[in-house]
């Protein structure tokens, strides 16, 4: 990448970083968003099985809100579920509801519960051309959309049933219209301010405090960096609160009664506290963790922002670019310091940090960061690029043994992306490099989402077995099949509510002997224990089937034997 050329030889060719976009989509920019997100997060959308854990319990729970018709408590199999608000349930149960009116789709389909994290970051990109144009332009909001759009982190959560897509789209629109109040307070009408915090509400009803939290800690930074908030009483407070109290009070008072108290306690006590004083279920991570994970989460445009950050803060006293940092800085250091990380809990700060990337990737004067900083983004791009290929590559041959023709035209393809990206930049045409570099992650992301990873087999334990029991014993009457050694939420999903989810091996052979026509499914780490309790219960099990596959949650290699008594 060329860097020795001086940055005042960028503006005759500023003009034409974004002409790779047909004339008609240039004067239909939201169109031009929405194909390029249903390019990028359709492949695999409809193919990949129901991941462990988090998918697999909000969507059984959910399916579990549209069978029973309780839209109050969050059940997951036999036991309450109460880590997270209802909202994302009730989105899921809403597609579910119209997908099944239409005869397009069934509660047991995974992507039925999709629906609602595509649709939400949908939203979100779109909120950012929409907002981002009053923070840096028409042309940077559109490649700044892009550029989040096709950043690695949301389009995995795209496919993904669980809350992060959804309150992406709460955030990014809420911090859009609070963009408006503090640059335009005089502007900012009753309207919107209703809008800003009925958005909040929302935010509260799918993840709790995240969704206030972002704006609450931007409002207070620009408070103090300005030594006033002269926009506080555009937001008009003094009946917004009330509003977004009132828009998520009613299920928090339901569920405080149906539950007698126990959501607030474990939700709190047990499920928030305890992220942020420890590493929740093994995510502990280092401070800087999220900064060190950036590259790969922000994938292809994490290098473009890398590289606009020095910039950006020298130009902090700047009103548009004061405001995106007030958004990014203050809650990522809260994310930093809570103990439980995981790369997708800085997603409602993506938004601001693709404006701020993409506002200096289209500014004809740009000053280029440090060379040391420089090839930073640069090894970032290229590291990530073939490190996505070679993983998935390697994902094929370690758990098949075998190559897969998508992951092998998935290494050129890569190397190919680094070379057009660093060879478009070396031109200093930053903002056409942006562009490309969205657009031709949809080849990369659907040779891995639709080529690869769905065809690694020994991934997807729940579905082959309940294929097995399907098979071998069809008609099976709810709660006659039992597991062992295998308790992962996708198992519930994949063969219903009614899995007797048993401890041990013995207590796989109590249960198969208990009444007749069971099925167990035993471990092969049980098994041992299994045929002694089966010898002293005088019992002789028949083994019908046996999956073998690759534990990813645990990290383990698990066979599962089933059985069912000799008749």
């Known amino acids: 990448m060329d860097t020795s050329a001086p940055a005042s030889s960028a503006p005759a060719r500023s003009d034409r970083s974004l002409g790779l976009l047909p004339e008609a989509l240039q004067r239909r920019p939201k169109l031009f968003l929405a194909l ?13 099985p129901a991941t462990d854990r988090d998918e697999a319990r909000f969507a059984q729970a959910s399916r579990q809100m549209v069978e029973s018709g309780d839209y109050v408590r969050i ?23 119209v997908l099944e009116a239409t005869g397009l789709g069934t509660r047991d389909q995974i992507w039925a519960y999709r629906v609602p994290s595509l649709l939400g970051a949908l939203l979100a990109v779109l909120a950012t051309f929409h907002w981002g144009r009053g923070l840096v332009g028409r042309r940077a909001a559109l490649l700044g959309a892009a550029m989040l759009a096709s950043s690695l982190v949301l389009v995995a959560e795209a496919h993904i049933a669980k809350t992060d897509a ?8 809420a911090m859009g219209l609070f963009g408006i109040a503090y640059l335009r ?27 206030p939290m972002v704006p609450l800690l931007c409002g207070i930074t620009l408070a103090v960096s300005d030594r006033g908030a002269p926009w506080l009483r555009a937001l008009r407070p003094l009946w917004g609160v009330p509003l977004m109290l009132a828009a998520a009070a009613p299920w928090f008072v339901a569920i405080g009664i ?15 506290l305890s992220k942020i004083g420890s590493g929740e279920e093994k995510h502990w991570g280092p401070p800087g963790f999220y900064l060190l994970s950036f590259g790969i989460a922000a994938f292809p445009g994490a290098w473009i922002v890398l590289c606009a950050l020095p910039a950006a803060w020298r130009d902090r006293l700047n009103p548009p670019t004061r405001f995106l940092l007030a958004w990014v800085v203050p809650s990522w250091l809260v994310f930093e310091a809570v103990q439980t990380k995981l790369p997708h809990y800085t997603l409602p700060l993506f938004p601001a940090l693709m404006l701020l990337g993409a506002a200096w990737a289209m500014d004809p004067v740009r000053r280029l960061p440090a060379r040391g ?94 294929a097995a029991v399907a098979e071998q014993a069809p008609g099976l009457p709810p709660g006659q099949f039992g597991i062992t050694s295998y308790s992962e939420p996708s198992v519930l999903f994949a063969l219903g509510q009614d899995v007797r989810l048993l401890r041990t091996g013995g207590d796989a052979a109590r249960f198969l002997a208990a009444a007749p026509g069971r099925v167990v499914a035993v471990g092969d780490r049980a098994e041992v224990d299994f045929r002694q309790a089966a010898t002293t219960l005088a019992v002789s099990p028949q083994e019908i089937a046996s999956v073998t596959g690759f534990n990813y949650s645990r990290g383990r ?10 008749p």
């Open 75 to 97: 059940r997951f199999g036999e036991e309450e579920r109460n880590k997270k608000p209802a909202g994302i349930h009730w989105l899921q149960a809403a597609s579910v509801h």
């Open 36 to 48: 390029l997100c249903l390019l990028l997060w359709l492949p695999g959308f409809f193919t990949l």
């Open 373 to 466: 900083w420089r090839w930073a983004g640069v090894a970032v791009l290229v590291g990530v690029a073939v490190g996505l290929a070679v993983a998935a590559q390697g994902a094929a041959w370690y758990l098949l043994r075998a190559l897969q023709p998508a992951g092998l035209l998935l290494v050129p393809l890569a190397g190919a992306v680094a070379f057009v990206l660093l060879r478009t930049a070396g031109r200093r045409e930053w903002g056409r490099a942006g562009l490309l570099g969205a657009l031709l992650a949809v080849p990369v992301y659907a040779l891995v989402l639709e080529g690869v990873v769905p065809r690694l087999t020994p991934l997807w334990v729940a579905p082959r077995l309940a």
């Open 557 to 566: 290699w698990i066979t599962l034997l089933l059985y069912r008594l000799t």
């Open 258 to 272: 149906a539950t007698e108290g126990r959501f607030f306690a474990q939700a709190v006590g047990g499920d928030m």
């Open 185 to 211: 307070p005089a502007l900012f009408g009753a309207r919107q301010a209703a809008a800003f915090w009925l958005l909040l509400g929302l935010g509260v009803l799918l993840k709790g405090p995240i969704g």
């Open 166 to 173: 959804a309150l992406l789209a709460t955030v990014t629109a």
